[in-house]
């Protein structure tokens, strides 16, 4: 008789056993889930090693999450699209502007968002 208590008892816990791994199963898959909502969103600032000389700016190399930057603040709607297209916009390393007379430099994220990196 005392191995079927034992018996029924064992299966008892087996059962909690169970259900606690399932609940701590479900809580992990939530907390990443979580995780994954608050830093999906973040992007890390924008940035770029430049060498700054009378008016001269070469991009030594750009963050991996950069795509350009640029002299002065950026004027229209499309970050992107000015990088690519204004003259005094660098979107690669070992390229050169001249004659930078603003008084910051702007990097670029992939994503369009702009921060000031440089006052001049």
Same mark, same amino acid.
């Given at each position: ?6 018996? @029924? ?8 056993? $169970? +259900? @606690?791994? =399932?609940?701590?199963?479900? +809580? ?9 909502? @608050?830093?999906? $969103? *973040? ?6 090693? *430049? ?10 190399? *750009? ?14 709607? $499309?970050? +992107?699209?000015?990088? =690519?297209?204004?003259? *005094? ?11 930078? $007379?603003?008084?910051?430099? @702007?990097?670029?994220? =992939? ?8 006052? +001049?």
């Amino acid at each position: 008789m005392a191995s079927v208590a034992g018996a @029924v008892s064992v299966a008892g816990c087996m059962d909690q056993v $169970d +259900l @606690v791994e =399932e609940t701590s199963e479900q +809580l992990e898959e939530d907390a990443e889930d979580a995780v994954e909502d @608050v830093t999906g $969103d *973040l992007e890390r600032p924008p940035g770029a090693d *430049l060498e700054i000389d009378d008016g001269t700016i070469t991009v030594m190399s *750009l963050n991996s999450n950069t795509e350009g930057i640029k002299c002065g603040p950026i004027e229209g709607d $499309d970050p +992107l699209a000015e990088i =690519e297209d204004h003259e *005094l916009a660098a979107t690669a390393a070992g390229e050169t502007i001249e004659d930078c $007379d603003e008084s910051t430099i @702007v990097a670029v994220t =992939e994503n369009g968002n702009t921060e000031v990196i440089e006052q +001049l």
